[in-house]
């Protein structure tokens, strides 16, 4: 996949900044990635322009149902409301409970859910959603063992359906770790669809994205 569909401008996402809300949420990041480094699996949050390549999938027109996992403190939320129509939903999955606290606050039009990805099916169901046009992902990958990646593709698979899409990053200097490279084998094998976006080099440390669609074992509605 090229970066097609994909905004070409420029911004800063990963510089000095003296604006107050991004200082804010750089700070909140670093302070729960040294708390409870085992959980957050990076030390700054998505650039925007990695944030609008994980967005990309978010339907434009109709009432869309989106749902971020692992929103941390919604670097990536902000890239989805901007593409979200007016009826649409998004939810936010997300297990720290400072993190949701701090969503909360400075995101209100955001569905937050305090709860565990690997649950996400019941999360949903609570929430009266039966179907979902795609799943924006920024869980760390890397520090979960094949069986929580496992059933937490599981999960995301029955929810998107044959229908919806799912997108998720990883760091380019991961890819030289087997873990990595086998979690790739992993998206093969669970979704008919897996496309990796062009590098996002204006990113710390610089990424790309998986795009997924039709898992394989059927969905919600299947
Ligand atoms: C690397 S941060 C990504 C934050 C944000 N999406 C971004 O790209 O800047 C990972 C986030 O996933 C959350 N997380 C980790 N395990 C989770 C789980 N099992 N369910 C829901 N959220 C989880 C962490 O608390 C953290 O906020």
Not at 46 to 53: F, H, I, N
Not at 61 to 76: K, Q
Request: proline letters at 6%; aromatic letters at 6%.
């Amino acid at each position: 996949m090229t970066n097609a569909g994909i905004p070409l401008s420029d911004d800063k996402g990963i510089g000095v900044t003296s604006d107050p809300e991004v200082r804010s949420a750089r700070k909140a990041f670093l302070a729960a990635a040294l708390r409870r480094p085992a959980t957050m699996g990076a030390v700054a949050p998505s650039s925007p322009r990695l944030a609008r390549v994980l967005a990309s999938v978010v339907p434009r027109d109709g009432e869309p149902v989106v749902v971020e996992l692992g929103p941390g403190t919604g670097a990536v939320s902000v890239a989805v409301e901007e593409r979200l129509p007016a009826g649409g939903r998004h939810l936010a999955v997300e297990l720290d409970a400072t993190m949701v606290a701090y969503l909360e606050h400075t995101r209100p039009a955001l569905e937050v859910v305090h709860g565990d990805a690997r649950d996400l099916g019941k999360l949903l169901a609570d929430r009266g959603v039966d179907h979902v046009d795609a799943i924006i992902c920024g869980l760390p990958w890397a520090l979960f063992d094949e069986a929580t990646q496992t059933a937490v593709l599981g999960e995301v698979s029955r929810a998107i359906g044959t229908t919806g899409a799912f997108t998720t990053f990883a760091y380019l200097h991961g890819m030289t770790l087997g873990a990595a490279r086998r979690f790739r084998r992993t998206l093969r094998s669970t979704f008919d669809e897996v496309l990796v976006s062009a590098t996002v080099w204006r990113n710390l440390p610089p990424a790309f994205v998986y795009v997924c669609r039709r898992p394989l074992g059927g969905g919600m509605e299947a």
